[in-house]
């Protein structure tokens, strides 16, 4: 069974500073994918970025980027220079190693971050 | 490209009530979901679809049935609806060779 563990349920910062989003994950798989998911207000599930267990280097996509460290099992979010727009749920989430049956995600509980002006 | 796309987005239900959630992908994934979110929470899988006419459980299954006899199409179904079934109710898709998982806008669900 996969798991995954976010400890912060809220975390703040100030616009424009960089931020750190903690994820742990608990799998026996020797492959899978790491997820993080956007939430706003509104409602939506709004993908950020995706790291394979096996990719060589961090993910990154503008100014998120993944601080993967496999042998910690961790898999921590890092937003650079935070905007107003950042404040959201955040969800770490896990996928089974492709070819494993259906893909289907294990979410953690998500961190609420607020950017304050 | 419309995406994976719900309805309703709101519905209020009383108990022992049922109903139909709808859910389709423009997408032509193999693999759709149905996941739940319960307030302050993250996302459970109820059931799950591998393609046309396959389908299993989830985490969180108890009180619910699908189908999936097209592709593009994913209900989900409530019988005799209960107040622990109130929660966000959120369809997704996915293809083998796309990482993303893609989701549809929720339906709001309240069972009185």
């Known amino acids: 069974a996969q798991k995954i563990t976010q400890t912060q349920p809220g975390m703040f910062v100030q616009e424009k500073e960089a931020v750190t989003l903690d994820c742990t994950y608990d799998t026996s798989d020797p492959s899978y994918g790491l997820f993080w998911y956007k939430q706003p207000s509104s409602g939506e599930m709004i993908f950020l970025i995706y790291?394979?267990?096996?990719?060589?280097q961090n993910a990154t996509e503008g100014r998120y980027s993944l601080n993967f460290q496999k042998a910690r099992k961790s898999a921590n979010l890092v937003i650079s220079a935070s905007q107003l727009g950042d404040s959201a749920m955040y969800f770490c989430?896990?996928?089974?190693?492709?070819?494993?049956?259906?893909?289907?995600?294990?979410f953690g509980k998500g961190t609420k971050l607020s950017v304050i002006p | 490209n419309a995406g994976v796309t719900q309805t309703p987005k709101f519905r209020i239900l009383k108990i022992g009530q049922s109903m139909t959630l709808q859910c389709a992908q423009d997408m032509n994934h193999n693999y759709m979901y149905w996941y739940r979110q319960d307030p302050g929470m993250g996302l459970k899988l109820i059931y799950y679809?591998?393609?046309?006419?396959?389908?299993d459980k989830g985490e969180v299954p108890n009180g619910y049935n699908v189908s999936r006899s097209t592709t593009e199409d994913f209900p989900l179904r409530l019988e005799l609806a209960a107040p622990s079934q109130t929660s966000v109710y959120f369809c997704a898709s996915a293809s083998a060779d796309v990482n993303e998982q893609f989701f549809g806008p929720g339906t709001r669900l309240t069972v009185l």
């Open positions: 989430a896990m996928r089974p190693r492709p070819g494993a049956g259906s893909y289907q995600l294990t």
């Open positions: 790291q394979g267990s096996y990719d060589q």
């Open positions: 679809s591998v393609g046309a006419g396959i389908t």
